[in-house]
């Protein structure tokens, strides 16, 4: 095994998921494996002592960590972002800038369970871990280290078969690079299907599928772009599951039971997001049960329109919902919600 722990001193991280715009003001969490992996290739390129680690060990450390997918220990992060103007003459753009605030501290771990390394290579990972200055984008601060002391929970993994994800996880889509094996493979089928391509073309194809995976790794996005290439050649996406990633609402107690004096019982309650960035759709059903927690999270039995439930002697219903507690409920969703 050979695991790496993070800390982000800043209290900070920022990561747009592979293949989605900034402003979507998404985070990819966990760090993407593919992120990881360049992370140690451009730290080498940039920082590492080359007297002492050759590139041939470079090389050897990607592919055994390509071998396996990790598995995460996530610290508890809260998903916010900050808007700002990009200064222009005309037209100025309006930004989103996402990130996952997290305890300066708290350590991140991303482990190999099944990988064997060389005390060579662990040295090296160590060596680039040291030098390492962020992950993610630039403002993602980090201090790297390998991490043989670690015996915590893992809480994010991918999704198979043999593991039931925890009843409150969360599926998140991840980049993880292909196998040395997969990516030798896939290069020659490749380059056998460019024959038929011109020779300007072809030479430009080609030079985005060299024969290291960690040179392949270490292709520029924009050079995959411009050639044509739909997703770059050496990635995959997976499925993880993860805890999800705060705050959400507490339960807790409002005060007496609200009583009113129009009998009438609503059988629709419709609520609107404001503001920008909306969430996504995928998220609509989170952000509703969400919503239906802060309404029920008075005290006393809440009322059937919102649990679902008649009233019997083992539920009672002691309150109304009715026009007159609109504006009531919209100021408990406000301390009880938050909505990204």
């Not at 041939?56 to 900050?82: R, Y």
């Not at 201090?143 to 994010?156: L, M, T």
């Amino acid at each position: 095994m050979i695991a790496f722990a993070f800390t982000f001193p800043a209290g900070r991280y920022h990561a747009t998921p592979w293949g989605r715009n900034v402003n979507e003001a998404d985070i990819a969490w966990p760090p993407e494996p593919v992120r990881i992996l360049r992370a140690l290739i451009a730290t080498w390129w940039r920082k590492a002592d080359h007297g002492r680690f050759s590139k041939t060990l470079l090389d050897s450390l990607i592919d055994a960590l390509a071998e396996e997918q990790p598995v995460f220990h996530l610290p508890k992060a809260v998903h916010t972002h900050v808007r700002a103007f990009m200064p222009a003459p005309k037209d100025r753009k309006l930004i989103y800038d996402a990130f996952l605030r997290l305890d300066p501290d708290a350590e991140l771990i991303a482990a190999w369970p099944g990988t064997v390394t060389s005390p060579e290579q662990r040295s090296l990972a160590e060596h680039l871990l040291q030098q390492m200055g962020y992950l993610g984008r630039a403002e993602s601060w980090t201090i790297g280290r390998v991490a043989d002391d670690w015996e915590g929970e893992i809480n994010a993994f991918p999704r198979s078969g043999a593991r039931e994800p925890p009843e409150d996880s969360v599926p998140v889509e991840l980049a993880v690079p292909m196998t040395s094996s997969a990516w030798t493979e896939f290069r020659a089928t490749r380059r056998a299907e460019l024959d038929s391509i011109a020779k300007s073309r072809r030479a430009s194809i080609v030079a985005t599928l060299p024969e290291r995976l960690s040179d392949a790794l270490a292709v520029d996005t924009g050079d995959w772009q411009k050639v044509g290439w739909s997703s770059p050649p050496p990635l995959r996406h997976i499925v993880y599951d993860r805890p999800p990633v705060g705050p959400l609402p507490q339960f807790r107690s409002q005060g007496s039971v609200l009583r009113y004096s129009q009998p009438l019982r609503p059988e629709v309650a419709r609520f609107v997001l404001a503001g920008r960035p909306q969430p996504r759709i995928e998220d609509s059903l989170r952000i509703g049960e969400i919503a239906r927690w802060a309404l029920m999270s008075g005290r006393g039995d809440p009322p059937p329109e919102f649990s679902g439930r008649d009233a019997s002697p083992h539920f009672s219903y002691r309150g109304i919902f009715g026009r007159q507690s609109a504006q009531r409920v919209i100021e408990r969703m406000k301390r009880a919600m938050v909505v990204r």
